[in-house]
């Protein structure tokens, strides 16, 4: 094996981006990433921090969930979740985030790199608040970088094309799974009820 090591032999191996792929880059959200944010129901967070492995948490709401305050803030609400926390521990030690926004049926996507905090304004949990409950707290990004991210990886995977979705009952449960995992007492069923009932109480 022959690992890459530098910028030097990677770039050697790829060569230089392509004039668009960086004309592309904004410093703020323009009307078109302001509509994509209007549609969109899902998000991807990227974060890191010092001495810790890097994660990708989802946030998926109604569209349009992230709200956005002006051309360079967005906020993303925190519903009711594991209580992990790994994205918000991060952004703690480091506010560096990445996001990458989805529109179901579509394949490209949007990107967004900035610092994030966390924040309890009273206006910015308003401004989120949904079915009349607000957010426990939300995720304000000053962005620094959007672009469009091309459609290659979605097409290639054919993620939105219905004849490539798996049968779901070719998977175990993620009551089944647990349970081989962690040694969750009780029936497969039982724990797959038990988490369907929870999910209905906590969803928001």
């Known amino acids: 094996m022959s690992a890459i090591t530098t910028i030097e032999e990677l770039r050697a191996l790829y060569g230089e981006p392509g004039v668009r792929s960086l004309q592309k880059q904004m410093p703020m959200l323009d009307r078109h990433a302001r509509a ?9 967070i990227g974060s890191s921090a010092p001495g810790k492995l890097p994660d990708v948490s ?25 209580k992990r926390l790994d994205t918000f521990e991060n952004v703690i030690l480091n506010p560096m985030v990445g996001l990458l926004f989805l529109l179901p049926g579509m394949d490209e996507t949007l990107r967004v790199n900035g ?9 910015l949990l308003e401004a989120t608040t949904h079915e009349g409950k607000a957010p426990i707290s939300v995720l304000l990004v000053k962005a620094e970088e959007v672009y469009m991210h091309c459609a ?48 209905k109480v906590t969803l928001y």
């Open 58 to 82: 989802p946030k998926g709401d109604h569209p349009g969930f992230t709200h956005v305050v002006d051309d360079r803030t967005l906020v993303i609400p925190d519903r009711p979740g594991n």
């Open 152 to 199: 290659k990886a979605f097409m290639r995977s054919k993620l939105w094309n219905p004849e490539t979705f798996i049968d779901r009952k070719t998977m175990p449960t993620l009551g089944a799974m647990l349970k081989d995992q962690i040694g969750l007492a009780g029936e497969v069923a039982e724990i797959d009820r038990e988490m369907e009932e929870r999910y």
């Open 36 to 44: 994509f944010l209007k549609k969109s129901p899902f998000v991807l």
């Open 115 to 123: 610092r994030a905090e966390i924040r309890t304004d009273p206006e």
